[in-house]
């Protein structure tokens, strides 16, 4: 029962390099999400996707473009690593709710995290 | 915009003392608080998750409380454990479904 994956758990890259970091969820949820997290700070999210076939801003997508390639998989693509992109990136999962029910909202499930450097 | 904020940023306590962790939020129109748990070098696992419509949630030695109207919730632990030592941060759903994360609190009991 492995909930959400995450590869690779580190890297390290040099400026201007690209990378795609991987995420998987074997729950069967619909939503699934791209958070970064930096020292002393709360997770911003960078995208989400509520559903197979459709992806959406969060609040810091500039320099990121994802991938939802089937409903288990969502990725995270730097075109061009930056210094300011070193972080600590964490995939989640849910089941998004249904609009009007509020009540079926479900808590979100978090992988381990990517931690990336950039130099 | 919403903004998350949790006091205090670090608490250390001793062993078994009853404790609580606040968390503030400057729009009331949220459709779920969550509090979660995060270890070092881990991801964050889920503790409670509160509706709109409710006033808490309690789980073991946890309860957690929202107060819509004043933008305020708060998570109190009983009778704390070295084990409960992480840092614990709170999350509110926006109106367009986001969840919007405090800095978090590092809580340490000391045994």
């Known amino acids: 029962n492995a909930g959400v994956t995450q590869t690779p758990k580190f890297q390290v890259l040099k400026t201007g390099q690209s990378m795609t970091l991987q995420c998987a969820q074997d729950?069967?949820?619909?939503?699934m999400y791209w958070y970064r997290q930096d020292p002393g700070m709360g997770l911003r999210l960078i995208y989400y996707?509520?559903?197979?076939?459709?992806?959406d801003k969060g609040e810091v997508p500039n320099g990121y473009n994802v991938s939802r390639l089937n409903k288990r998989e969502f990725s995270l693509r730097l075109e061009s690593a930056a210094p300011s992109q070193t972080s600590v990136y964490f995939c989640a999962s849910s089941n998004h709710i249904a609009l009007g029910d509020f009540n079926s909202n479900q808590p979100q499930h978090f992988g381990d995290g990517t931690r990336l450097s950039i130099l | 915009k919403q903004e998350v904020t949790q006091i205090p940023a670090a608490l250390s306590v001793p062993e078994g003392e009853n404790l609580v962790l606040n968390c503030s939020f400057t729009?009331?129109?949220?459709?779920?608080l969550q509090w979660f748990r995060q270890d070092p070098g881990k991801g964050l696992t889920s503790l409670l998750l509160i509706q709109s419509s409710q006033r808490e949630q309690t789980s073991g030695r946890l309860n957690a409380s929202l107060d819509k109207s004043s933008g305020r919730s708060t998570l109190y632990i009983a009778a704390s454990q070295p084990g409960d030592s992480a840092t614990y941060l709170c999350a509110v759903m926006d109106s367009s479904y986001k969840l919007i994360f405090g800095s978090g609190t590092r809580l340490l009991v000391r045994p």
């Open positions: 729009d009331s129109a949220i459709y779920n």
């Open positions: 996707s509520a559903s197979e076939g459709t992806t």
């Open positions: 729950m069967n949820h619909n939503s």
